[in-house]
């Protein structure tokens, strides 16, 4: 069992907007603002899409956003496109001792 | 360009250790910290650990701490991971990962390995 709780899958079509939920508690994601979120298409290395809750690295689409409330952080997805159909993984700092945690992942099906 | 370059795959039986490079290039090694992150088939991802390739100090996963071992060769801006006491739930994708902010551990990983696959089967 992953210490952060993902939804197994989401899904969309085209054009719409989805949201991830990840849901942790207030030794990790409500503690602290570095929350991460990672793309994975099959075969392929993770990439970054949102670190410290909101932040888009260089290169990012704007459609990407990420927000936190409390012990749960989100990842939205607007203007779906058929690219963004993948795994997507939350990951928060958890303090000194446990360190870092991953969420479960969530496979997002654009329709 | 920044990258991390692993090595290749591995078979190991079950009892057997194995360690992983990680060959960095395009920026300063000793400026970021190295996570290793694993992914069992069809599995999501686990967290091993961190290194400060600058100090050489490591922080493990409580899960892995006394069967993994984290090192660097500065000279050759070289990660590694030695995973000992393999069983067969250890078959994954292992992949190295730089950490986002200079220094820091905790930031996030914004630059990943192709992965390495580890088997153990005997």
């Known amino acids: 069992q992953s210490a952060l709780t993902q939804p197994a899958s989401v899904s969309g079509s085209p054009g719409q907007s989805i949201t991830i939920s990840c849901t942790g508690t207030s030794s990790d994601v409500g503690s602290y603002n570095l929350v991460s979120w990672y793309q994975q298409h099959p075969g392929k290395a993770p990439k970054l899409m949102i670190y410290?809750?909101?932040k888009r690295p260089s290169g990012v689409s704007n459609r990407f956003s990420g927000s936190k409330s409390g012990n749960t952080a989100s990842l939205t997805i607007s203007g779906l496109q058929a690219e963004d159909e993948a795994d997507y993984y939350c990951?928060?700092?958890?303090?000194?001792?446990?360190?870092?945690?991953f969420g479960g992942g969530t496979k997002l099906t654009v329709l | 360009q920044v990258q991390l370059v692993q090595s290749g795959a591995e078979v190991k039986k079950p009892g057997a250790s194995v360690k992983v490079s990680c060959k960095a290039s395009?920026?300063?090694?000793?400026?970021?910290?190295m996570h290793w992150v694993r992914q069992a088939p069809g599995q999501g991802l686990e967290w091993m650990g961190w290194?400060?390739?600058?100090?050489?100090?490591?922080n493990y996963a409580q899960k892995f701490q006394g069967r993994v071992t984290m090192t660097r060769d500065t000279s050759i801006s070289t990660a590694y991971m030695e995973l000992s006491r393999l069983r067969s739930d250890d078959t994954a994708v292992y992949y190295c990962?730089?950490?986002?902010?200079?220094?820091?551990?905790?930031?996030?990983?914004?630059?990943w390995g192709q992965g390495t696959t580890v088997t153990v089967s005997s």
């Open positions: 410290e809750v909101s």
């Open positions: 990962a730089r950490d986002l902010w200079p220094g820091r551990g905790d930031y996030g990983m914004d630059v």
């Open positions: 290194i400060n390739p600058n100090s050489g100090g490591t």
């Open positions: 395009g920026y300063t090694f000793t400026g970021y910290y």
């Open positions: 990951c928060s700092y958890a303090g000194s001792s446990t360190y870092v945690v």
